[in-house]
Structures are given as structure tokens and as C-alpha cells.
């Protein structure tokens, strides 16, 4: 399992809140992946040419399989048709370790 990021933007091109394309590919990333991490919003610059653009945006982490978050970007650039670009990044290897029966009996007699 791999550990992806992918950044969506906060407001369309426009200046509208994307509220239900979020909504709707958190979703989706729930039910594909099994869930996800949203970080806090944060602020982005980016250049077209002479443009200067400032965008608030939204940094999801999701550990899934590449063929999945594949999918996910896909989705991404259905709800948000406005977007030239949607940056993404593979961080690393993800493991998901659940506690065991013995991690909770020790965690107990320490408190």
C-alpha cells in the first residue's frame, strides 16, 4: 500500500466555493479507499505565463493501492472541471498497524 497526496483547490476559477464537488470526492474516497486525512486548508501560488494566481487549497492523504488513487485523481478531474492541472504525489510505503490485545493490556497497567 502506497501513501498518496492530492491537493484540490477550495474555489472554483470563479471565486465559488467548491463545496459539493469536496464533499462529493471525499465520498468517493471514503468508499474506494476506505477513508482519508484532510490537512488544514492552506494558500498556493502558482504562475500561467504573466498570471499570478493565489489559491486556497485542501491537501487529502489517502493510503491505497496505485490503481486506486489513479481513480481518485480521475474523479478529481470530473468534480472540478475548472482545473488545468491537480498536483498529486506518492510519498512513500503506508502501513496501517491495529493495536493487539497485548498493546492494550500494557497501555492499562502503565496509567
Excluded at 17 to 38: D, K, P, Q, S, V
Aim: charged content about 20%.
Amino acid at each position: 500500500m502506497k501513501l498518496f497526496e492530492i491537493t484540490l483547490p477550495q474555489r472554483t476559477n470563479a471565486g465559488q466555493f467548491y463545496t459539493h464537488a469536496l464533499a462529493a470526492w471525499e465520498n468517493y474516497a471514503a468508499m474506494l479507499a476506505g477513508g482519508f486525512t484532510r490537512l488544514a486548508p492552506c494558500d498556493g501560488v502558482w504562475l500561467d505565463g504573466n498570471k499570478r494566481y493565489h489559491d486556497t487549497v485542501i491537501k487529502y492523504q489517502v493510503a491505497c493501492a496505485p490503481g486506486l488513487f489513479l481513480a481518485l485523481r480521475e474523479k478529481a478531474f470530473d468534480l472540478f472541471p475548472d482545473q488545468v492541472a491537480i498536483m498529486t504525489a506518492e510519498l512513500g510505503t503506508a502501513d496501517i498497524t491495529y493495536r493487539t490485545a497485548r498493546a492494550v493490556s500494557t497501555a492499562r497497567e502503565v496509567a
